[in-house]
């Protein structure tokens, strides 16, 4: 089953620039910063990951990943987030992120994550959402 990777990012340079990085090591990704479109995207067939830019989207991107967590449990979230804002990282965590990144990041690093994340989702059930 195929493996996408979903961007949710209000920062344009953020969206594109791990956008690019991921098309080149094979992912099929979408970006986007809107929950609705989330929403409809995990819907989709295949095995997801969300990397959930909290920095510019705040608490909107807290309730993005209560709306995950609810509807689509077996989708691993992790989110990256500027160090200024470390309540929402730890709340982030709290309700269930795979990880937290601090922007500046190791991109080797969240790409060792993402690995690990993507097949811990391969090795789970899918539930599919009501």
Request: proline share 3%; aromatic share 6%; net charge neutral.
């Amino acid at each position: 089953m195929e493996q996408r990777i979903i961007i949710v990012a209000k920062e344009s340079s953020l969206r594109t620039q791990l956008m690019h990085h991921l098309r080149q090591e094979g992912f099929s990704v979408f970006t986007t910063e809107r929950e609705e479109k989330v929403d409809t995207m995990l819907a989709g067939p295949g095995r997801y990951l969300v990397l959930l830019g909290l920095d510019g989207l705040r608490r909107e991107g807290i309730a993005i990943l209560r709306m995950i967590r609810a509807r689509y449990p077996q989708v691993e979230v992790i989110t990256i987030n500027a160090g200024h804002q470390l309540d929402l990282s730890i709340e982030a965590m709290r309700l269930g992120a795979f990880d937290d990144f601090l922007i500046p990041f190791d991109l080797d690093g969240l790409m060792e994550r993402i690995h690990q994340a993507l097949k811990k989702t391969s090795t789970g059930p899918r539930k599919e959402r009501s």
